[in-house]
């Protein structure tokens, strides 16, 4: 249960509470219960669009994209666009890249990289709707947080000291890999061949990409990872 409530306060704004005192071995624990955060995130929001049917899809969209959003604190979002900065400014070397992502300021290639994927994102969430898709609405946030332990599993954590290096060196490996296999079988098995399959085109390409300019991975990349992925789910489900 400390895992859980672990999980739900650092991916999710939902307010959590409690007493205990954290240890590595809970930290890495947390990871677990990714999928499930997104699993739950998908649920609220697929109750949401059903609540809201009454309304045009376009204005349906707008909002089910604000909360999707707003749930999570824009934590994936600005890992994204600390992704998107580096990966324009950072060419000088590995060093200039890993700095840029640590600064809270957004460039303008940032803003458009978010504006782009936003966008695209809105436009698929309609093309759901309509099509009353509510189960792709479900489960690609819980997808989305899945690729995170597929990264943990596959790639190397390169900032150390912190929070990230705690959380990976303290994974519980075998059942990450379980989690991981099982979680992709029951996305085959709903959403089809083409949307885990550009989930895993997507999670290689990142990790080739954060290998050939970090060395490894970090918790921005993990996020722009998240948004991608889901983009990406939610487009094959479409296709």
Same mark, same amino acid.
């Given at each position: 249960?400390?895992s859980?409530?672990?999980?739900?306060?650092?991916?999710?704004?939902?307010?959590?509470t409690y007493t205990f005192?954290v240890?590595?071995?809970?930290?890495?624990?947390?990871?677990?219960?990714?999928?499930?955060?997104g699993?739950?995130?998908?649920?609220?929001?697929?109750?949401?669009?059903?609540?809201?049917?009454?309304?045009?899809?376009?204005?349906q969209?707008?909002?089910?994209?604000?909360i999707?959003?707003m749930?999570?604190?824009?934590?994936?979002?600005?890992?994204?666009?600390?992704?998107?900065?580096a990966?324009?400014?950072?060419?000088?070397?590995?060093?200039?890249?890993?700095d840029?992502?640590?600064?809270?300021?957004?460039g303008?290639?940032?803003?458009i990289?978010?504006?782009?994927?936003? /966008? !695209?994102?809105?436009s +698929? =969430?309609?093309?759901v709707?309509? @099509?009353? &898709?509510?189960?792709?609405?479900?489960?690609a946030?819980?997808l989305?947080?899945?690729?995170?332990?597929?990264?943990?599993?596959?790639?190397?954590?390169?900032?150390?000291?912190?929070?990230?290096?705690?959380?990976?060196?303290?994974?519980?490996r075998?059942?990450?890999?379980?989690?991981s296999?099982?979680?992709?079988?029951f996305?085959l098995?709903?959403?089809g061949?083409?949307?885990?399959?550009?989930? /895993? !085109?997507?999670?290689? +390409? =990142?990790?080739?990409?954060?290998? @050939?300019? &970090?060395?490894?991975?970090?918790?921005?990349?993990?996020?722009?990872?998240v948004?991608?992925?889901?983009?990406?789910?939610?487009?094959?489900?479409?296709?």
């Amino acid at each position: 249960m400390n895992s859980f409530l672990i999980a739900l306060q650092f991916l999710t704004i939902i307010p959590v509470t409690y007493t205990f005192t954290v240890n590595d071995k809970e930290l890495g624990s947390s990871t677990l219960f990714y999928p499930v955060i997104g699993l739950l995130i998908g649920c609220i929001l697929a109750v949401i669009a059903i609540l809201i049917t009454h309304i045009s899809w376009q204005i349906q969209s707008v909002i089910l994209l604000i909360i999707w959003v707003m749930l999570t604190g824009g934590l994936h979002l600005d890992g994204l666009a600390d992704c998107a900065d580096a990966w324009v400014g950072g060419f000088a070397s590995k060093q200039r890249s890993l700095d840029i992502m640590k600064d809270p300021a957004a460039g303008p290639v940032a803003v458009i990289v978010l504006v782009l994927v936003l /966008l !695209l994102k809105w436009s +698929i =969430i309609y093309s759901v709707l309509e @099509k009353q &898709l509510f189960e792709v609405i479900i489960l690609a946030p819980m997808l989305g947080r899945l690729s995170i332990l597929i990264q943990m599993i596959t790639t190397n954590y390169i900032r150390t000291n912190g929070l990230g290096e705690k959380i990976v060196t303290s994974l519980p490996r075998p059942a990450v890999i379980a989690i991981s296999v099982s979680g992709l079988l029951f996305g085959l098995y709903f959403l089809g061949l083409l949307a885990i399959c550009l989930m /895993l !085109l997507t999670i290689f +390409i =990142i990790n080739q990409l954060a290998k @050939k300019r &970090l060395g490894g991975m970090t918790g921005d990349v993990y996020g722009a990872t998240v948004e991608l992925v889901e983009t990406g789910i939610l487009l094959g489900v479409v296709l």
